[in-house]
């Protein structure tokens, strides 16, 4: 199960913010700098898989941004760290070629692309074809 989802630019400002499980907000704001003092003083050539408290961290860098998943420790990393990088897809199809400014002004529209996939934790959807497409009919029926 993916308990929270972070992406983080290098300084530390989180740009978006998900969790799967009941927290407080120092809580999270906690969670939020111990992640990211984690994720950005790690070694580039260790793995992308980190334990973390009682469960583990996968991440993944593009660009300026870290994108991490909090998951359970039983939960397989590989598929995880697929699951992120279907995600930047997703981001860099919809924005045509993402960036953080993108992700700041259309947060609305980034955790739309993230509840099309993850759902209460789990990961629902895997064909970024059907993402895609469920994506443009909710922007045809707004527009």
Known sequence: MI???LLQNRQGKTRLAKY???LEEDEKHQL?????RVVVNRDPKHTSFVEFKNHKLVYRR???LFF?????SSDNELVH???IHLFVEILDHFFANVCELDLVFNFQKVYVIVDEFILAGEVQETSKK???MRLAE??????
């Open 138 to 143: 909710l922007e045809q029926i707004k527009g």
């Open 68 to 72: 991490t998943l909090c998951v359970d």
């Open 62 to 64: 593009y660009a300026g």
């Open 32 to 36: 939020e700098t111990e992640v990211h």
């Open 20 to 22: 799967y499980v009941p």
């Open 130 to 132: 059907a993402i895609m």
């Open 3 to 5: 308990r929270f989802i």
């Open 81 to 83: 760290l697929e699951s």
